[in-house]
């Protein structure tokens, strides 16, 4: 594997079925973790109906993680009824920790991005103009465009503890 997508689902708080299919891991509102229908290594080779389809042009050789929030989003001062909670955002911090260390995935912005970050830096595929993760409610002082920063040094964080 060679890098980390995070996404949120725009749902409710609990995993539905559709999105187990879409996601390899999602995190919901307490921060328990559910494993999606297909691992990780399912994306080293994309076959159809074979692996997490979670990254328009990006999913071979990516893990795909979600929090399963934002439904009605509109912006950070409308971000609906299911906004990501801190419970929620600090467990999907030190999953991706946890998962750069199983994989050996060094943290940059290349190996460890929102899927907002990869339709900016992949504009010819259908994850351009993705609003996740543009907005993180626990932390409302990030700015749309330091939201990935804040992720990848928060996941660095965890991954000093051990």
Known sequence: MKRIILHWTAGVYHPNTHELECYHYLVDKD?????????????????PGQYAAH????????????????????????????????????????????????????????TLMTHYEF???????????????IYIPPYPWVAQNDAGAFIRSKVKWYMLQG
């Open 31 to 47: 921060g328990n973790i559910h494993n999606g229908k297909f691992k990780p290594e399912n994306n080293e080779i994309c076959k």
């Open 119 to 133: 339709g900016l830096k992949n504009p010819n595929t259908s994850s351009a103009g993705k609003i996740d993760i």
């Open 55 to 110: 990254t328009g042009g990006g999913n071979t050789g990516s893990i795909g993680i979600a929090l399963c929030a934002m439904a009605g989003f509109k912006s950070r001062n409308e971000c609906g009824s299911y906004p990501i909670t801190a419970k929620q955002f600090e467990a999907a911090m030190k999953l991706c920790a946890d998962l750069a260390k199983k994989y050996k995935i060094n943290i940059s912005p290349n």
